[in-house]
């Protein structure tokens, strides 16, 4: 399995927008769940730091991952776009491989 993990500082007063955009059930879980591979995405919000928080989007590997990236080029760019409004910072942390 593939974990890709993002931090993200929110702006102020944009915390509920983030949240729904970012959520398991939110605009990128959407876009992802249109391919194959896409195992479900976790939203996490620091407990001391309430405006930081960590995605963790799981895929079945590297390919259907890059395969997602490929097919929904436009409609990638343009979410971000929009979503680029609700953040101070976006990091990706790392992509990772579940090992055992």
């Given amino acids: 399995m593939l974990q890709i993990v993002w931090e993200f500082i929110v702006r ?3 915390i509920a927008e ?3 955009s970012y959520s398991a059930t939110g605009s990128w879980a959407k876009l992802f769940r249109g391919s194959p591979g896409y195992l479900g995405t976790t939203l996490l919000r620091e407990a001391q730091t ?6 963790i989007d799981r ?3 590297t390919a259907s991952h890059q395969a997602m990236r490929a097919k929904t080029t436009e409609e990638y760019e343009a979410l971000d776009k929009r979503c ?5 910072t976006e990091r990706q942390i790392g992509v990772f491989e579940e090992i055992g």
């Fill in 12 to 14: 102020d007063g944009k």
């Fill in 18 to 20: 983030f949240e729904r």
């Fill in 59 to 61: 895929w079945d590997g």
């Fill in 50 to 55: 309430p405006r930081r928080y960590l995605t």
């Fill in 84 to 88: 680029e409004a609700f953040t101070e």
